[in-house]
């Protein structure tokens, strides 16, 4: 792949030259993906200047490529001739995912100048959740009836697909009320006698989506059956669209995006993904103190267990400094296990049928390392303060800290989705705030039985 | 979708009435993903009743969506001659993949017995490195000369594509000693003119892999230019095969797991994933107690903190209940901020460059979510304890313990990735105990200070 940082430099060496018949070769020459990098990369006059001096149809290939916000600045800052002409170019979907970024008012006018076909056709695409397959799809498709040969089906890809910017993975067959009846891989297309029928060698058991899908829902059936495109259907079994599977790939990281979020304690409910990461502030308080809350709440609940046992604290202070350390490790075992639960649990390698046995594997996981780390801390504390029950006391806590974790970290994943709530939820702060809570109940009740050996 | 658990528990009826015909029936109605979901969810001697009852067809279909673990099991306890069958039956790349899963010695049996020419091909892909392209690729491709017309082309491909079970998405373009000239898109070949020459209508950029490339550089260059296959050429650019996005997929989940596990400090390197979450024990304990002992270490240095203010813990021992409140919220808005830029350095939202406003930019986060905990905390403390000046400490504590998680939380990531370490790894426990220590630190050193206070 190519170095951005050097091919930007080499852009504001150009630049600075302002030699723009340079420029304009120069930019040809990449690939509109890595373009899209370069501009990613370049302050917003250096932009502005290099997209003015791309010809329209790498631009409409590059902006695909770019982040909303940057599609949005850029063609808002030429005018709005080459604008629309750039949107013309694009894919349907690509254009109306662009056109739903922009303001209202902005978007109606270059829907005003865009091809009359195209603008209808963008415009039915905008009035779909954006969400949905319905938004997501692409509405150009090959379609053929199911009385055609396939020479006739091949004649009629040479004038369909030429047309429109037309994508091309499979051909779907409908009826002339345009129901899909049937779908046939350009493969065997390819492969079929010239004369056969297609209704003879089409599909009829296909694998479709609904307008109305959700996109966890089309990332799921992607993942699953691994088709590059699948159909779109109302619910009349009408065909209006494809989503290919590049459009599920940008899915599939959005919702990553959304589980590795949720495990942190950041809520992604209220507030876009990419606002929590460079909005405002206070979208980003916003998305971040809900879960912070709870914690307070919880560790207020901690606060409290440490309340009840002051006068063992002020007995024998010393036992205070351990409770990080128990914590800690506490904390970072459970984490580990609601991770490789909350993980098993999305990528459907783990079912709720498993659940009783991963609890046990875990707790014995747990006892393991529990016992060999309770080992060592006892030891070390032993030697250190030269008392063996004190030793004992934190290290036998912290081998019961690491085995509960390991027992709650990995139950809890499997109530929450038993339940059908989120399991990455539970990496949140509710769980680690209730190891916490027990693991510092635990010591503090052993301490205060050994309090007449520990002082 | 279908709904898995109703469908494994139709099958087992039809066990239980020993129905073998309405099993097969049952059976070749699902399509081969859904299969797949129910040979997971049965149990082992039902799963090689039911596997012994569907056609070798689709056998080979399911086997390519079932886990290798399933594979190896299924096809070695069914007869040798109809596992061959099954295995011939397979796309190369598959075939290899169950192949390489397999003990030698049982291996070397399949592959005597596949057929010659699929046997050779198979055994060269097991050459390859596994996780590199050569390991991941298809070798059978559709190739043609650049002198060859559309229309020779098309008929090049009846005759190729029908011969092996080959997938279509490019026609590849070599000279005759195969080296790859350029490539032609099936749109691009159908809606050309019959008798047009395919070098002047094939692309010659080709964004391309080579045989040695690794899967986390496959994915990142797939994610990228968001094509559906890509070639493979070995060093002197003869064209070994092509990757496809299916494939693809399968890595990004991987490598997704990985981040995921690095992030929460489980250690990937030396165990396999899959082992890690199903395999033996101590397997599980050798990946999970490496990142544990580094933040043992890191919390003795928290105790000996701790220790330094022994006399001011003497004095007043309350003080220690707030420290799992302190250590709570400042781990787990700094886990936010790892989060965040850990997760946009890798999905290439963030660069280097942008590592200056993101600390700016998270520090005013922490500023303020700081103050706001930070003032709850003081109220509820003051009201508690009836001491203004408790409460002000430890909500002063709060407020400074907050922000300092989120600026080292966003420095480490950036940090990290500067000298060409995984940034995930900061989501592990060094950062973590880090903001542990110095948020005690604050903490008892502002307990020390207003000590006179306090009493």
């Given at each position: 792949m190519l170095k951005i940082e050097n091919a930007v430099e080499r852009i504001r060496e150009i630049l600075d030259d302002e030699n723009l018949s340079q420029l304009r070769e120069v930019l040809d020459d990449y690939h509109s993906a890595d373009l899209a990098d370069i501009f990613s990369n370049l302050k917003e006059e250096e932009r502005l200047l290099c997209f003015k001096n791309i010809e329209e149809d790498k631009a409409a290939e590059m902006i695909e490529y770019l982040s909303p916000q940057l599609q949005v600045e850029l063609l808002g800052d030429i005018d709005e001739e080459t604008a629309s002409r750039i949107i013309s170019k694009l894919p349907h979907d690509s254009a109306a995912d662009v056109l739903g970024d922009m303001e209202d008012n902005e978007?109606?006018?270059?829907?005003?100048?865009?091809?009359?076909?195209?603008?209808?056709?963008?415009?039915?695409?905008?009035?779909?959740n954006e969400d949905t397959a319905g938004g997501i799809m692409t509405p150009v498709i090959m379609t053929v009836n199911d009385d055609m040969t396939v020479k006739e089906v091949l004649s009629s890809i040479r004038v369909q697909a030429q047309e429109d910017n037309m994508?091309?993975?499979?051909?779907?067959?409908?009826?002339?009320?345009?129901?899909?009846?049937?779908?046939?891989?350009?493969?065997?297309?390819?492969?079929?006698?010239?004369?056969?029928?297609?209704?003879?060698?089409?599909?009829?058991?296909?694998?479709?989506?609904?307008?109305?899908?959700?996109?966890?829902?089309?990332?799921?059936?992607?993942?699953?059956?691994?088709?590059?495109?699948?159909?779109?259907?109302?619910?009349?079994?009408?065909?209006?669209?494809?989503?290919?599977?590049?459009?599920?790939?940008?899915?599939?990281?959005?919702?990553?995006?959304?589980e590795i979020y949720t495990s942190?304690?950041?809520?992604?409910?209220?507030?876009?993904?990419?606002?929590?990461?460079?909005?405002?502030?206070?979208?980003?308080?916003?998305?971040?103190?809900?879960?912070?809350?709870?914690?307070?709440?919880?560790?207020?609940?901690?606060?409290?267990?440490?309340?009840?046992?002051?006068?063992?604290?002020?007995?024998?202070?010393?036992?205070?400094?351990?409770?990080?350390?128990?914590?800690g490790l506490g904390g970072n075992i459970g984490t580990q296990s609601i991770t490789l639960m909350v993980r098993g649990l999305s990528t459907g390698e783990l079912t709720l049928n498993s659940a009783a046995k991963h609890i046990m594997r875990e707790m014995s996981i747990g006892l393991v390392i529990g016992s060999i780390f309770g080992g060592l801390v006892s030891l070390v504390t032993w030697g250190w303060r030269n008392n063996i029950y004190l030793g004992l006391v934190v290290g036998i806590s912290m081998m019961i800290n690491m085995t509960i974790a390991t027992v709650i970290g990995t139950f809890a994943p499997f109530a929450l989705k038993k339940f059908k709530i989120d399991p990455a939820v539970a990496s949140g702060p509710v769980i680690a705030t209730i190891i916490d809570v027990l693991g510092l109940a635990v010591y503090f009740t052993l301490v205060t039985i050994f309090l007449v050996k520990l002082t």
């Open positions: 978007s109606e006018t270059y829907l005003d100048k865009l091809p009359h076909k195209f603008s209808e056709e963008v415009r039915e695409l905008l009035t779909y994508e091309l993975y499979y051909i779907y067959v409908v009826d002339k009320q345009h129901h899909l009846l049937g779908v046939v891989s350009l493969r065997k297309l390819l492969t079929s006698p010239i004369n056969e029928v297609i209704e003879n060698i089409m599909i009829t058991d296909i694998v479709k989506l609904h307008v109305d899908d959700y996109q966890d829902y089309i990332a799921d059936v992607f993942m699953k059956y691994q088709y590059n495109a699948l159909p779109v259907v109302d619910l009349y079994n009408r065909l209006k669209g494809i989503v290919t599977w590049d459009d599920v790939q940008d899915i599939v990281e959005e919702e990553t995006t959304e942190s304690a950041i809520s992604t409910g209220n507030v876009d993904e990419d606002e929590i990461l460079s909005g405002s502030i206070t979208k980003a308080v916003q998305a971040r103190t809900p879960w912070l809350f709870i914690t307070l709440i919880g560790e207020f609940v901690a606060v409290h267990v440490g309340h009840k046992f002051e006068p063992t604290l002020q007995m024998l202070p010393v036992i205070a400094i351990f409770v990080p350390l128990l914590a």
